[in-house]
């Protein structure tokens, strides 16, 4: 089967929309040609319009979502400073790890895995933290954490919330639930391959930026100065990522953040729904658990490694296995954009009851 049918569902990347492979396969431009430097100002504008957000400071990292993480925490964590962070799987741990490298005082709120966190277990985490830091949608173990209450009750604190899976996938309200610092990841929910991270960064956040930050290439003081009227060389942007971005972004952008939403829910109930029929049992609880990525436990007597190699190689069809300690017993199953279709959703459940039925 060609490598060109390949359906991309497991954690990410998915299929990039049709646009944006066009646009990526377009002549190469030079990173200072005007064409480009509309371009790039378009992708910032788009994605305020993506994160629900007027911060000035919105831009493209070059870089996969990782490096939206270090952007994030080298610039608005000082050493010594209180971190509160919300630990429910692998991606919180790693926000530990990050703000540790950054001289923090982590104050870990853990939750078991499935599980969402409690938001008033990280307000009363620490009387007065410096940030509170927040991964939206748990891609290792398909958990949604509730951001809104972070916002309405985190103080003087700032917030710092990891959208890489969330972003287009499920609702993300930047100004309205008072994030401070959102990052994203394109090869998720975007349906654009990896290699870039958007970044947000609030007014209030910038007021209190890290000054030569431990890191040269993303200090945002620095960096900011890539985007805009006043823009100064600083690097030579990815040009191919940002074309794709933009493209994607325009893609998401004309259907509309909602109908995109809404898509994603759908697929996301029938990959549950149809999971359950087949024997699978779903890790993360009802009221927390995401569309566009389900973590499922395999059923009895099911082997992980053989069962995923034999859906790629007779039917194309990639799903992910279980991170950390869900490796090798359980699944995620990505459904996210332009992967987030019904009609592949049908291919993966009868491929697989085919497959489980041998
Ligand atoms: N944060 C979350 C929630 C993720 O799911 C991922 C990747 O899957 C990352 C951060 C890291 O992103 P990347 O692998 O693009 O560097």
Redesign the pocket.
Known sequence: MPLSDRVLMG??PCNPYPEVVEAMTRPMLGHLDPEFLSVLDETCDRLRAVFRTANALTLPISG????G?EAAFVNVVHDGDVVVVGVNGV?GE?MCDVAARCGAEIVRVDEEWGRALDPQRLLDAHPSPAVIAV?H????TGVRNDIAPLGAGKGDALLLV?C??SLAGIPVEVDGWGVDVAYA?T??CLGVP?GL?PLTVSDRARERLVVRPRSWYFDLGLIGEYTGPARKYHHTAPVTAVLGLHAGLGTVLAEGLERSWARHAECGRLVQDGLQKLGFSLVADDDCRLPQLTTAWLPDGVDDAITRRTLLERFGIEVGGGLGVFAGRAWRIGCMGHTARPRNVTLLLGALAEVLAR
């Open positions: 954690p990410g996969t979502g990782s490096a993480m991606f790693r991964v949608a748990e891609t290792s990891d890489v899976t990841g090869q998720k990896p991270a």
